[in-house]
């Protein structure tokens, strides 16, 4: 299909309400993913990277997990949660977990121990050392696992939209391939480009306020 044929399709399907309710479906399936991930990857590199216990009983599985691609556990995933959303958001929180706890993890093992030894001296509970110490200290390993994510959220978000979806942007595409309507699928892509490329530049956003706050306190 000619560009000028996907631009019309796009009008056509934004006039009749279709494309932007499918947006929002698919919007709402990768942000429920990314949080749920986000959260789960930052509190298994906090248990693991703080304390001996938490390595032991959390490095090993998440290892195990980060060999076997995400995709490859749909099947199993389909067969415990059935084809319905809880199947496709855990899917897509299990490929963001991996990137986030991996780089959290690694920005923990890196923190100076002169702030580990200060927080003794003033005698920090735990959370107060893991608010003032641990989070800050580990936040650039953070936001790049959080750019890595936030493209693992959306590579899962394509495949598991072809499973049995009723609605969202791989529905769409899926209904399109059906009937031959290319110029439905190049604007499905289009619009998946658009989200990976929107999210992305607002992490780097993010990473660039947030480094260059850390820079002024260490200046």
């Known amino acids: 299909s000619a560009p000028w044929t996907v631009v019309s399709t796009a009008r056509d399907l934004i006039a009749d309400g279709r494309l932007l309710s499918n947006l929002l479906t698919s919007a709402q399936r990768a942000f429920l993913g990314l949080a749920l991930g986000v959260g789960l990857g930052t509190v298994l590199a906090l248990l693991s990277g703080l304390t001996r216990v938490g390595e032991a009983l959390v490095d090993g599985p998440v290892q195990i997990k980060r060999a076997i691609p995400t995709l490859a556990l749909i099947p199993l995933l389909i067969l415990w949660f059935g084809i319905g959303e809880q199947m496709k958001v855990l899917t897509i929180a299990l490929g963001v977990v991996i990137p986030v706890y991996v780089h959290t993890h690694a920005a923990l093992r890196t923190i100076d121990a002169r702030y580990v030894e200060l927080a003794e001296t003033v005698r920090l509970t735990r959370w107060q050392f893991i608010r003032k110490v641990a989070l800050p200290g580990a936040m650039p390993g953070f936001l790049m696992g959080?750019?890595?994510?936030?493209?693992?959220?959306?590579?899962?978000?394509?495949v598991v939209e072809q499973i049995n979806a009723t609605s969202g942007i791989g529905h769409m595409m899926s209904l399109a391939r059906s009937y031959g309507q290319t110029e439905i699928i190049l604007l499905g892509l289009v619009v998946y480009g658009l989200f990976g490329l929107a999210s992305d530049s607002a992490v780097r956003l993010i990473e660039r306020r947030t480094l260059s706050w850390r820079r002024i306190l260490a200046g």
């Open 146 to 158: 959080l750019r890595l994510a936030v493209t693992g959220a959306w590579l899962a978000l394509v």
